[in-house]
């Protein structure tokens, strides 16, 4: 009875040892489980595509420098400026599907502009959930954006280019606010530009890098954070899956540190909004 009791207790404690560790490596908020999305050495897993369809520009607009994607690195410091040329316009896209995880990555701006400047300044972007590849795509952005004339930054902005969601705002407002702290419904909106929170702090042309995230669970809900804090919020999202493409557009931009965790099942949207 002794053995069989001592015995008992060992398979007690490796039970209560081995979900103790299978939580920590669920747990959503946790780091564990995230995998290199880009694995800073080639483009396994991914391609590249621009407006004109040049393949061979792609390469040049699209580099890998030490472990980094540099976009337009390889490109003049100015490019058809006013011209209304715009073919290095374009994404790398993951050639998998995604539905239900947590997106990191940062960026930082470079000096060098491109085509229509004037008018977007510093701007590029993420789409996921996309459901085709053409430039523009159909899916959901995470804008990244700087306007320096008027040292606004519009990091995290919602783009529901082909898509909808509903969005939360202030009452007389035009950029979002958390549920919890007042911000209401306001519908399904589609093919818009919806401003994230303006209020967090960032890193413009200071040659610093900025966190991004991006957390999505099927077509549930979409939670875009900017340096660790929520700046806008998505529900009943017409889409619940797509690829995932990184931008060219307006200004050079490095990407690094593009890491994905993803779940098997929706994740309650309270676990990551306290």
Not at 100 to 127: C, H, M, P, V
Not at 242 to 258: L, P, V
């Amino acid at each position: 009875m002794k053995m069989k009791s001592f015995y008992a207790i060992v398979i007690l404690l490796i039970s209560t040892l081995t979900f103790s560790f299978t939580y920590r490596n669920n747990d959503p908020l946790s780091d564990k489980g995230f995998v290199d999305l880009f694995n800073g050495k080639n483009w396994d897993g991914w391609y590249l595509k621009l407006k004109n369809g040049d393949d061979e520009m792609a390469k040049k607009v699209y580099a890998i420098d030490n472990g980094m994607v540099h976009v337009f690195k390889n490109m003049p410091d100015s490019l058809d400026l006013g011209t209304g040329e715009n073919g290095t316009h374009g994404l790398f896209y993951t050639n998998k599907k995604y539905s239900k995880y947590i997106l990191r990555f940062e960026y930082k701006w470079g000096s060098k502009i491109t085509n229509n400047f004037d008018r977007w300044q510093y701007d590029a972007g993420i789409y996921y959930h996309v459901t085709d590849d053409k430039i523009w795509p159909t899916g959901i952005e995470y804008q990244i954006r700087y306007n320096h004339v008027s040292d606004a930054n519009h990091t995290g902005d919602f783009i529901t280019g082909g898509t909808s969601l509903n969005w939360f705002a202030a009452k007389d407002s035009s950029t979002f606010l958390l549920p919890q702290k007042g911000g209401l419904s306001t519908g399904q909106r589609k093919n818009k530009m919806l401003l994230a929170n303006p209020n967090v702090e960032y890193n413009a042309l200071n040659n610093q890098w900025n966190q991004c995230e991006v957390i999505v669970m099927g077509d549930k809900y979409t939670i875009h954070k900017l340096n660790g804090v929520i700046v806008n919020m998505g529900t009943d999202l017409s889409v619940g899956e797509g690829i995932i493409g990184f931008q060219s557009e307006t200004a050079e931009i490095y990407y690094k540190n593009i890491k994905i965790k993803e779940f098997d099942e929706i994740i309650p949207m309270e676990k990551f909004i306290k």
